[in-house]
């Protein structure tokens, strides 16, 4: 059974940084897109980041644009999500999840069901 694990979470300040980690030992990363959701108290889930297995390219939501990068290193069957520049409305639990994109994947498979989801990881910005 696959296992998609994240980590990195933790409370920072406003205007702080956070690098959180994704990974499933052992799985097929270079067939899925890999992509951040998150959730907060109260409000529904939302995507944030997802980045494509064919060429690394990398989307984000509008709230996250210029704060938030995303990576992947396939050989370690990890993703990353750098967050800077923290505010207290990314307050959330933070979720990794894929999707078998075998010709690749853009912002469009954030709509899809994911096939894979870890149990996240929780992000508390202080103002």
């Known amino acids: 059974e696959v296992q998609f694990v994240e980590s990195g979470g933790g409370l920072v300040q406003a205007g702080g940084s956070l690098r959180l980690s994704c990974t499933a030992p052992g799985f097929t990363f270079e067939d899925y897109t890999i992509a951040w959701f998150r959730q907060a108290p109260g409000k529904e889930r939302e995507g944030v980041s997802c980045i494509s297995n064919r060429d690394g390219a990398t989307f984000y939501a509008d709230s996250v644009k210029g704060r938030f990068t995303m990576s992947r290193d396939n050989a370690k069957y990890a993703a990353y999500l750098q967050m800077n520049t923290l505010k207290p409305e990314d307050t959330a639990t933070y979720y990794c999840?894929?999707?078998?994109?075998?010709?690749?994947?853009?912002?469009?498979?954030?709509?899809?069901?994911?096939?894979?989801w870890g149990k996240g990881t929780l992000v508390t910005v202080s103002p």
């Open positions: 999840a894929a999707h078998y994109t075998p010709y690749g994947g853009d912002w469009s498979v954030m709509e899809y069901g994911m096939s894979y």
